[in-house]
């Protein structure tokens, strides 16, 4: 005991008024825990080396920071680090070792029934779940890395998980390989910003029960259903990005039971389906880019008032499809690269309306291996003549002023930067074998003769044009 | 007689139902110069170009220097051929064209004769694109390409159609030079006046048949004639033709 | 061969027809890529325009050229040369000028304004067309003797290929939508050449659809290596059957 007294007095290093700062060096004989256990509300421990002595408690309110090589190795027992008390901050560890347990939700880091936690910088590595957080309120998670690994569904857990919080702030923070990358569940007043989740098994980012929240500028992608969003109100979605979420089941954006929701300045490129809603109310769908989806919007009967408006549909296999004939919902001003009116007066808007939902799609659902057809030359007459004279089509659903041109956004084709993936290189190589033989055949006599060979010549190239900005 | 440079031994070529050629049997020989003539689709052509090649023969076989012809390209090396209708790649200039065709059949400077190009005025065309030519100078061009690889066999369709009666002259002394140096000459015409000077023998074809094959001096003696351009008609008239070959 | 290559070629460079087509090419995709407000909509035009006018200008452009070339190949038929080296030589210069044309037309636009692997993907496709159907057209030029005729043939193939097939394919599925079809449907749209490129074309730009289906059925037949390389085994037939036919033809045809 008295060992440990002397340890303690030589960990002090600065004194401020009421609050200390304890330098805790792993392996110096003493547990961080009993260290924890002497320190006052208020204090600072700063931590290095690898801590593997189980479950970390922290019952005050403290600042742990973790140095250059901190980590908190739960070893497999229980939580890797369990906070119980208001104003603790987590700082710079790597977290791992909390047990894999279906029974009792076992996590790198569980905070319950607190306010004002900040969890940051830190990464966590391979936990059960990662970051869980039970009745909070003013959470900030931010910055932190957290990565699972790839597994079955019953051995795996989510990454970032809140259930009963209010006003948490989830920022900057990259989820890879769990269940549910971020999970929220009555979850109110919260703000989801820049976080990156990718590869995860089931959504990238799922809300349940959860009301008045926001998520924004974030980026999904390749996650095993794309994003739920599900018996919620008030939720507002800006400016994200929801890629490559493919499959039967998969969505970029799956909306159940939403009511007020906004969805606006989102980019959906590559998804099996772009957005799905069914049974929402008073959604209002703005300023969104849906590129090459399989179907960017299907769209339930019992969908009411859903307003789109200023959206881009370019290169989806099917732009609208829907289970229903009548459809009490609105579209306006989008921008449809089916469309094939014409602008007379020159508004930028088409003189007469676009039916989104095509000929085609309908064929599909009859039969889904017409499929194969896709982009024929007959499927293209089929589609025109049904847009000249709607049969089939409902005669409801039709956008009134579809947009000649694309609107432009800031963050306009970010995601076509990502398909970048064949190299100039490519091409040119590909191309350039067909110059051989034509080189080899045309040697210098005939080539400098009165009637030289155009085909090589170089002014024909590029006649201008736009060039895409990939920014 | 020298020995026989071309043999057609049974030759007949069907178009569709139509014989254009029956089983025709004769054979040229080096040193002479044998006159095709006959009414048209008579069969000229079609003998001549089974020979070249062009087309084969639906029964029977042709033999150039002994060796039966087939898909061996080879023999074709000592023909030379002049067209009746010249049709040449439309971007090309007389001079790349012969340039060209040299380079095709392999000839080396030494072995190309080029006099004629000088004779018949085309030295200062050569730059000229094929596509802008007359056809009195495609005729000219297709002269040059005939001779110009000193052949041992020169098959000329129509060559004095369409050109002026200089160069007639100038291109039929060269087909008597080829003779002259041990070479076969056909050539097939309707303007018997012009080469008649120059024939040994003439072929006579009618509906595919190989009417007869004889020599001029032969002919004339029998119809009495001093020319073959009055003896031919005389000849076809009396029916003398009962030595067909 | 390699001579007739080099001369055929020769020509084909200068010829107005080759010109004309790397320029309307040209033409088309960058007004595509210009004129439409959106780049992806520009490339999937592009789809359309390379499926239905690529196989029609390789076609009646081999189908004409052989014919007003024919004299001209009965010229080099009477020089010491085999049969077979004159045409493979000519055919092999027509699809270098035509493959040529098509890199300048296609394949550049594509590498300045959508340098994607479905970008390739239609390069490639598009090269492969232009194959099969130079391949058709000289099949074409060499069984007809009219050059009306043949190019009326010409034109009745690719009308057969782009549009009336899938017509007839797609009536068959609805009309025995009872019956179990689907075992049929992959195999018979992968015959016709025009389809078979268009999938390969489809499996880049309307993967995510495809990947809707639980079965998958077109992404796990053409999507895999296995599947690629049957699609191009496909095409190569397409090309080489015709090709051989036309050697068949050549060798024995009269001049």
Redesign the interface.
Known sequence: MRELLILLLACLSVTHVGARTWRYRSGAGASLQTVINGTAAGDTVLVEGTVSEGSIRVDRPLVLLGGADAVIDGGGEDDALLITADHVTVKGFTIRGSRRSNLDDMSGIKVNECRGVVIEDNFLDKCFFAIYLSGVKDARVQGNTVLGEPGEEDHMANGIHLWKCSKATIRNNRIEHHRDGIYFEFVTDSHITGNTSLHNLRYGLHFMFSHRDAYEDNHFEDNGAGVAVMFSKEIAMRRNRFLANRGASAYGLLLKEINDGEIIGNTFQDNTTGIMIDGCNRINVRDNEFRLNGWALRLFANAIDCDFRGNTFAGNTFDVSTNGSLIPNTMNGNYWDRYAGYDLDRDGHGDVPHRPLGFFTLLVEMQPYAMVFSRSLFVSLLDRAERLIPSLTPESMKDDRPLMRPPVRKNRAVAVANKRLFPHSAFVIFHSSFFIPAGMGLNEKWRTSEHSVVLVHPCIFPLGGRYQDHG | MAEARITYHGVGKRYGKLWALRKVDCAFHAGEVVMLIGPNASGKTTLVKSLLGLASPTEGHITVNGQVIGTDPAYRRSIGYMPQISQFPATLTIGQLLEMMADIRELRADEVEDSLVEELGLSAQLDKRLSTLSGGTKQKVSAVLALRSRPGILVMDEPTAGLDPVSSQRVLQRAAAVRDAGGTVLITSHLMEEVESLADRVAYLEDGNLKFLLPVQEILSSTGSTRLSEALPRMLESNALSHVL | ML?????T???L???RF??GY??LM??VA??L??L??????A??SL??VV??LVPLIALVFTVVYMYD????T??????????SAILGGQL??LA??L???Q??GL???????????A??VL??SGSALVLVFAALGALIALKQREKARGVGVALAIWFLF??VY??L??WG??TL?DHP??PF??PL?GINPI?LA??M??LQ??????????G???KNFFGSVGGTIVAALILALWVAVPVLFAFRVF??K??
């Open positions: 001579k007739v290559f080099k001369y070629l020769i020509d460079a200068r010829n080759v010109l790397a320029l040209l033409l960058q007004g890529f210009a439409e407000g959106d780049p992806t909509k490339l999937l789809v359309q499926m239905a070339t024919l004299e001209f009965q010229l080099l038929a009477v020089q010491p040369m085999r049969r092999l210069a270098a000028a493959l040529l044309a890199a300048i394949g550049l636009p594509l590498l300045v304004h959508s340098p994607t692997v970008a390739l390069s490639l782009v549009l899938d017509a394919l797609m599925m609805f939508s079809i689907e449907v992959v749209a389809d268009r999938i074309v489809m730009v309307d993967l995510a659809a495809m990947m809707g289906y639980s998958a059925i077109y060798r024995r009269d001049l």
